[in-house]
């Protein structure tokens, strides 16, 4: 019986490190569960915490989706003006007045090309008419002196005549009386 004791202790041994080792396994594989459970609540939280994340981010981008149809509609409708302005009776008649514009401004224009050219024409016939002035002038001036130079030479002829006269004067005044009385009809 010794023996069956040993061959039974030896199996319950055996037995008891299968359970143990068993055991272990089990042990390491309750923990690797905990640990996916713990990653798993993690995960969980940063899913929801991404889905909260993403519903903020979807209301906004709602909003941004309703403000930016709001400005597209009013861009259409802006370019729905623009279109009728630039084929509509408006831009006609901005047309119109700009080409009346553009005529009066080709008038003035053209009428102040005129008057310049008249301008051009009065100065050259002043400039003529000056030096024609001074032509005349010159003339005057040469006239003048001579007037002058012949003015003295008469005066100086007339001074000399004076004289000549008081002399002629002095002689018939020293002629006998008879004589003399002819001299006084003269009157000199």
């Known amino acids: 019986m010794a023996q069956d004791n ?13 359970a143990t080792g068993a055991l272990d396994e089990l042990h390491g594989q309750l923990e690797k569960l905990a640990d996916a459970k713990e990653t ?3 995960a969980s939280d ?14 906004t981008l709602a909003s941004f989706c309703d403000q930016l ?12 003006q623009a279109e009728n302005l630039a084929t509509g009776a408006e831009i006609t008649a901005i047309r119109t007045g700009v080409e009346g514009t553009q005529a009066q401004v080709d008038k003035l224009t053209q009428h102040a090309q005129t008057t310049d050219s008249r301008l051009t024409e009065l ?4 400039e003529a008419i000056r030096d024609q002035v001074g032509g005349i002038q010159a003339r005057i001036e040469g006239e003048l002196s001579e007037s002058r130079q012949a003015l003295d030479s008469t005066r100086s002829e007339l001074a000399a005549a004076k004289e000549l006269l008081t002399d002629v004067k002095g002689l018939v005044a020293g002629l006998p009386t008879r004589h003399r ?3 006084d009809d003269l009157d000199l």
């Open 181 to 183: 009385r002819k001299f």
């Open 40 to 42: 798993q609540e993690r």
């Open 123 to 126: 100065t050259d016939g002043q």
């Open 69 to 80: 149809r709001s400005a597209l509609e009013k861009t259409q409708e802006a370019l729905q």
């Open 46 to 59: 940063a899913i929801s915490g991404a889905s909260d994340s993403l519903r903020g981010t979807s209301e």
């Open 6 to 18: 040993t061959v039974e202790f030896e199996t319950v041994k055996r037995r008891f490190d299968e």
